[in-house]
């Protein structure tokens, strides 16, 4: 059944992108992210205009977050305080993003900022976050006992000022540091159409040392946050938000979301991460390295910007 | 019914008893939720009291709409959009019929003239090369002068016509019967919206004998029409209404989960 989709004005196969959504909202829930990084580039290969594909995939991120967010709430599982700071930097990187995005767009550049978006930080979590998961499986198998985490916090992250308490995640920090981690998350939130779970879940684990307990969900809801805005936004600002595509891939997400996060508890979690690190890596190669090779048309038309 | 629209241009037609008319089968193209792109086939009359061979083009135009086109670059070892390039005056959709190639039935300057044939499609490009700034950024203007002239032309209408915008099909026009002929118009779902022209002209001679313009509007309509208004007009309330829908659906489906 195909439909005609009015903002994005092609005609997309409805079942399909509910699948789609379905299949996306499923590794979503599995692996505890917004699953943007992977339907953007998806949707973008069917034909819909990048444009619209970022912008509406905002949409369907906020939902699934939503739908996930509240399972973690009930297991008090969010540190709502350090997800409203987070949130506050994001507020304004949405606000920034979307400005880019248009400006971007204007210049013809929008393409290339995306890929190479991609392509570094997908290629860079990605390879990380596969190297430490097969290390950690290899000393799994070879029976040695896991790495103990270095508990030495970096200093830097005690001298700066501003210093608040989060008695959620045991942490009493300088807000400058998730607050500019909220504004970088929520520029690339408008810019690669994600919500930005792959780069914020290992910076709060890595860089601002939060307990692995409260991760997931706090980043989920500021993801849920900073996403309402970039959708809002893109579609006053740009209207590229497609309502008919979004909530196709949003029906199948919220589903897929639910039945992912059920399946989670059957796999062990460094094998989970390693098989997460080999989609951020393959989806990142494949958005990037179309701009390494000599293009079978040198020439491009801009649409969607009369 | 078709209007009859007096065109600006309206070429300098050879004194002939011979005459042309024609009607297409849809006048009015209604973009919905189903819309893949639509069939319209056209219809018409040769009146010729005496026997000499005719010929019929037809030519359909789209709405004008400037097109940006870049062109990839390789800067440190990676493929880059150079500075977008405005032509003015292409229309988004644009194709001939007739029944022979157009270059048999009339000479390159009538041809140019009557702007039939995708090689004469007046695409205009200002004759000096200048930037103009348009939402506050630049774009340069290419100069019809400028050496790389024709190879921007000639990719503008490369792109166009792999998106099945433009097309010239010289054997699109047949004769049903003694004087009557018929051309399809095949629009494809990427055409744009608006209002199109379909000029139908009798050559003999290998001279515009006799000429009528048939108009066709694209238009979206339905929920696509609500949706599209909506968000063109109101783009803030059709945000906070599609992002609303969005985070009510997540919430929707984590208590139908709950239940479970």
């Keep these: ?25 499923f590794i979503s829930g599995l692996f505890g992210i917004g699953g943007g990084f992977l339907m953007t580039p998806v949707l973008v290969l069917m034909g819909i205009p990048p444009a619209v594909a970022v912008a509406s995939m905002a949409n369907h991120v ?34 920034v993003g979307v400005e880019l995005f248009r400006w971007l767009r204007l210049l013809g550049q929008a393409d290339l900022v995306v890929a190479l978006s991609y392509l570094v930080f997908l290629g860079v979590i990605g390879g990380l976050m596969l190297v430490e998961s097969l290390q950690s499986i290899l000393r799994r198998r070879s029976g040695q006992p896991p790495k103990p985490r270095k508990e030495r916090r970096p200093p830097w ?18 807000v400058i540091p998730p607050v500019l981690l909220g504004v970088f998350v929520g520029v690339l939130s408008a810019v690669m159409g994600v919500g930005g779970g792959f780069i914020l879940v290992p910076a709060m684990i890595y860089i601002l040392r939060m307990p692995a307990g409260v991760v997931v969900g706090t980043s989920l809801f500021q993801i849920i946050i900073t996403t309402s805005l970039t959708g809002v936004l893109q579609a006053g600002r740009n209207q590229t938000v497609d309502i008919v595509l979004a909530t196709l891939l949003l029906v199948g997400g919220v589903l897929g979301a639910q039945l992912g996060a059920k399946a989670s508890s059957r796999f062990r979690a460094e094998e989970l991460r390693a098989l997460l690190a080999l989609i951020v890596l393959l989806v990142g190669l494949r958005m990037g390295l179309g701009l390494f090779f000599t293009p079978d048309e040198p020439f491009v038309l801009m649409t969607g910007m009369g | 019914m078709a209007l009859e629209i007096p065109s600006p241009t309206a070429p300098q037609l050879t004194a002939s008893p011979a005459a042309v008319s024609a009607a297409l089968t849809t006048t009015e193209v209604r973009v919905t939720s189903s819309f893949r792109g639509a069939h319209i086939v056209l219809y018409g009359a040769v009146f010729d009291p005496t026997t000499k061979p005719s010929d019929v083009v037809v030519i359909v135009r789209g709405p004008e709409h400037p097109i940006r086109i870049a062109r990839k670059t390789k800067v440190g070892g990676l493929w880059v959009n150079s500075r977008p390039v405005v032509f003015r005056g292409a229309p988004g959709f644009y194709m001939t019929a007739s029944t022979r190639p157009l270059q048999d039935i009339a000479g390159f300057g009538t041809l140019r003239r009557l702007g039939a044939g995708i090689d004469h499609l007046a695409i205009n490009a200002p004759f000096e090369q200048r930037t103009e700034t348009r939402y506050g950024v630049r774009d340069v203007v290419v100069s019809r002068l400028g050496g790389d002239y024709l190879d921007w032309r000639r990719a503008v209408i490369r792109l166009k016509e792999n998106a099945g915008l433009y097309d010239a099909d010289d054997k699109g026009v047949t004769f049903v019967d003694k004087d009557l002929f018929k051309a399809e118009i095949d629009l494809p779902t990427k055409a744009p919206i608006g209002t199109y022209q ?49 985070l009510g659906a997540g919430w929707a489906a984590s208590l139908v989960f709950r239940r479970n």
Excluded: C
């Design chain 1, 62 to 95: 906020a939902a699934s977050s939503t739908s996930s967010v509240i399972s973690y709430t009930r297991k008090r599982a969010v540190d709502f305080r350090l997800g409203g700071v987070l949130a506050g930097g994001g507020v304004v990187g949405a606000i």
């Design chain 1, 157 to 174: 992250l005690y001298g700066l000022p501003l210093k608040m308490r989060f008695p959620r995640s045991r942490l009493y920090i300088s």
């Design chain 1, 1 to 25: 059944m195909d439909l005609y989709l009015p903002i994005a004005e092609v005609s997309v196969n409805a079942p399909l992108l509910v699948a789609l959504g379905a299949l996306v909202g």
């Design chain 2, 198 to 246: 379909a000029e139908i002209i009798l050559f003999q001679d290998g001279q515009p004998v006799s000429r009528k313009v048939r108009t066709l509007t694209v238009e979206k309509a339905g929920i696509e029409r609500t949706l599209y208004l909506f968000a063109h007009h109101s783009p803030w309330l059709y945000g906070l209404v599609s992002m609303a829908l969005a």
